[in-house]
């Protein structure tokens, strides 16, 4: 296969969504360094190997605030865009420092006994059922109750960060772009809203000391305090919902694989992270831009050029990981990228461990006998460059 032959026909299609993966492997055979026409009408290059993508995961060449190379603002004014994922050195540093301190593994264990308390509080209710949908049910309330209590903000108003993160994962053309630009107003006002209430009553939350931290003047300005919230609120939850979702699908679909987990349980670790490299729940690093222009591995990366990371074809690649395509709970040494890595290598992993851990021993050990009540094909798998994962998981127990 030559760049010709791999057209917008055979990536980004319903099939590719679906199953990536043999798709990633011509690509890393022939076209490693992939010169790519996006959904958005935009080029940009594609990496899918391993060793690149560590590389350019490190590599601070490529950019992360689009703004900065073309002076405009342009694209950049959404409340989502001022926060650490979209900063470079120094305001990368600044940024992240005002909330690492929450997310320390030391500060997470200490959740565990209330991720646990939320979770079986889920599955009591859907004991109550005849069936569950996994999404609706376990995989989407509980990541978001949990990072709604970290903020201080209601956790009975998830259904509409629902809402307006799914508009922002997803719609990022056509149709779904004029739903989109309405959702991140209503986003903006809730959040200002909220901003409010917390100064004139300040708690224990993150708000509440990202609030202090902008009131001193010179940490935080008041976009970034937008931009930190909402990228907290939906990456804390969107990307764990499918790693609950996709890891179950993956037991489902390997039943060696989930009677040995049945039968030792202790193994969660490792089956955690087998799941995180097998189908993990971002497809692709958010963009990255050339500052400058540079060769990367032959390619002449020119300034100004969009490079994105497969990072599920870098944790596939078999330089890498002995029968990738093996779903191997056994699997001991895994140093996947399904969290990233670099400078803005995933500030909620511990967190997102956590709860994946919790969700799926419970689950199992709660209902041992789920099975999926449609076939694996009949599966909608959602669209959007960033995150994979399907709807709806019917399952019976
Ligand atoms: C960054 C994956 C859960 C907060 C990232 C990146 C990846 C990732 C790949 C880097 C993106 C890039 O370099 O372009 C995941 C996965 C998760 C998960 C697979 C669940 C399984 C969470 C949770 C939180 C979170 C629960 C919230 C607390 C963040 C933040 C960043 C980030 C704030 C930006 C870090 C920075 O730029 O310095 N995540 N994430 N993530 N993630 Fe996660």
């Not at 030559?2 to 299609?13: G, M, P, Q, V």
């Not at 694996?376 to 399907?390: A, D, F, S």
Request: with cysteine.
């Amino acid at each position: 296969m030559n760049s010709n032959e791999l057209t917008n026909n055979t990536l980004f299609t319903k099939e590719f969504t679906k199953n990536p993966y043999p798709t990633y492997a011509k690509l890393r055979e022939t076209e490693p360094v992939y010169r790519i026409l996006l959904p958005d009408g935009q080029y940009g290059w594609m990496i899918t190997r391993y060793e690149d993508a560590i590389e350019a995961l490190k590599d601070l060449r490529l950019i992360k605030n689009f703004s900065k190379l073309t002076g405009e603002n342009e694209g950049y004014d959404s409340i989502f865009t001022h926060n650490m994922l979209f900063s470079d050195p120094p305001d990368h540093k600044r940024l992240r420092g005002l909330v690492q301190k929450a997310f320390t593994p030391r500060m997470i264990a200490e959740m565990r006994d209330r991720i646990q308390e939320i979770t079986d509080d889920l599955l009591d209710e859907i004991a109550k059922k005849d069936s569950m949908n996994l999404i609706d049910d376990l995989a989407f309330p509980l990541p978001i109750i949990v990072i709604c209590e970290i903020l201080g903000v209601p956790s009975e108003d998830r259904d509409k960060f629902r809402i307006w993160s799914n508009s922002l994962i997803e719609g990022t053309n056509g149709e779904h772009a004029k739903d989109m630009a309405v959702h991140m107003q209503e986003f903006t006002k809730y959040l200002g809203d909220r901003f409010s209430k917390v100064r004139e009553s300040p708690g224990e939350d993150l708000i509440s000391q990202l609030i202090m931290a902008e009131e001193e003047g010179d940490k935080l300005t008041e976009k970034e305090l937008y931009g930190v919230v909402s990228l907290l609120i939906i990456a804390g939850h969107e990307t764990t919902v499918n790693l609950i979702g996709n890891s179950i699908l993956s037991f489902l679909e390997h039943p060696d694989q989930l009677q040995l987990l049945q039968d030792h349980p202790e193994m969660i670790h490792t089956a955690l992270e087998e799941s995180l490299r097998y189908n993990g729940p971002v497809e692709f690093s958010t963009s990255r831009w050339a500052r400058e222009d540079f060769e990367f591995k032959g390619k002449e990366i020119s300034k100004g050029d969009l490079v994105i990371i497969a990072l599920n074809s870098a944790n596939h690649d078999p330089n890498q990981f002995t029968d990738p395509e093996v779903f191997d709970i056994t699997r001991e040494k895994s140093p996947h990228l399904a969290f990233g890595k670099g400078i803005h290598l995933c500030l909620g992993a511990p967190l997102a461990r956590l709860e994946g851990e919790i969700a799926i021993s419970s689950l199992l050990q709660r209902f041992p006998q789920i099975k999926l009540r449609v076939d694996t094909n009949e599966l909608e798998w959602r669209p959007g460059m960033v995150v994979r994962g399907v709807k709806e998981i019917p399952l019976s127990f």
